[in-house]
């Protein structure tokens, strides 16, 4: 509620300590619903409901599939969007669009070892690289 969003960002010490959470932690309760502990168990689901009461009156909604989950999959965008919002902090907004490039055309790629050598980072072998491996250069 207070971020209009839920990423790693929102787990830092730094973020959990900010007095606007706090008060917001303060007005919060945590229950279970039976029935949607039912879909959890029996639909290997990850269903959840909010309830917010304010002086306009008290707000509803519940969610059984989130968002990304095969019954209520994510567009490409949002794919690229949640992929740029994570990763771009550590690689940077340029590695992430050539990556996001990358796994666009996946189907047209003829090798994927460039791809691998954007997502592998360093890469320390026990042994010698066989041959055609993508990462030997690494």
């Known amino acids: 509620l207070v971020a209009g ?6 787990f830092t ?7 606007a959470v706090r008060a917001l932690m303060g007005k919060m309760k945590l229950e279970e619903k039976p029935e949607l502990t039912k879909v959890f168990r ?3 689901s990850r269903p959840g409901a ?7 009156g008290t707000f509803y ?11 209520n999959p994510m567009g490409w965008g949002d794919v690229a969007q949640k992929f740029t919002n994570q990763a771009a902090p550590v690689l940077g907004d340029k590695t992430c669009q050539r990556i996001i490039d990358k796994v666009s055309s996946l189907e047209r790629e003829s ?7 954007m997502l592998g980072g360093k890469v320390q072998r026990a042994a010698a690289p ?3 491996d993508c990462l030997a250069g690494s």
């Open 111 to 117: 090798d994927v070892c460039a791809l691998a050598r």
């Open 61 to 71: 909604r519940e969610v059984l599939y989130c968002f990304g989950d095969p019954r």
């Open 5 to 10: 969003e839920c990423t790693s960002a929102q």
């Open 42 to 44: 029996e639909q290997n």
């Open 13 to 19: 010490d730094e973020w959990i300590f900010n007095p």
């Open 130 to 132: 066989e041959a055609g």
């Open 50 to 56: 909010v309830e917010v009461k304010t002086s306009r």
